[in-house]
């Protein structure tokens, strides 16, 4: 069964820091493709950063945005991946998704974690 649990949304001021989390249910998860998705109101839902297993190691890309303030990582001994967000901006909040890349094809999602941003 595939489950995703975001958790660590909040308010913050601008220039502050949030670290998300997205546990997962096993450890299988640590081979997939994951990443972080947002959507604010009105808007579509957009990828904020994701990585990928590629031999030994992980790759990961960023939204242009986010570049240089956000970094992706992943736990494998906790099955869990972390969205680190610095220098938080009133335009990054939104609601915050995980998500994986099954084997079937089919992404997966959490249910997502609200971050708003003051300014």
């Known amino acids: 069964q595939v489950q995703l649990v975001e958790s660590g949304g909040g308010l913050v001021q601008a220039g502050g820091s949030l670290r998300l989390s997205c546990a997962t249910s096993?450890?299988?998860?640590?081979?997939?493709?994951m990443g972080w998705y947002r959507q604010a109101p009105g808007k579509q839902r957009e990828l904020v950063a994701a990585?990928?297993?590629?031999?030994?190691?992980?790759?990961?890309n960023y939204a242009d945005s986010v570049k240089g303030r956000f970094t992706i990582t992943r736990d494998n001994a906790k099955n869990t991946v972390y969205l680190q967000m610095n220098s938080l901006k009133p335009e990054n909040a939104a609601v915050y998704y995980c998500?994986?890349?099954?084997?079937?094809?089919?992404?997966?999602w959490g249910q997502g974690t609200q971050v708003t941003v003051s300014s």
């Open positions: 998500d994986v890349r099954w084997f079937d094809g089919i992404d997966y």
């Open positions: 096993g450890t299988i998860f640590s081979i997939r493709p």
């Open positions: 990585t990928t297993r590629r031999g030994t190691g992980n790759s990961t």
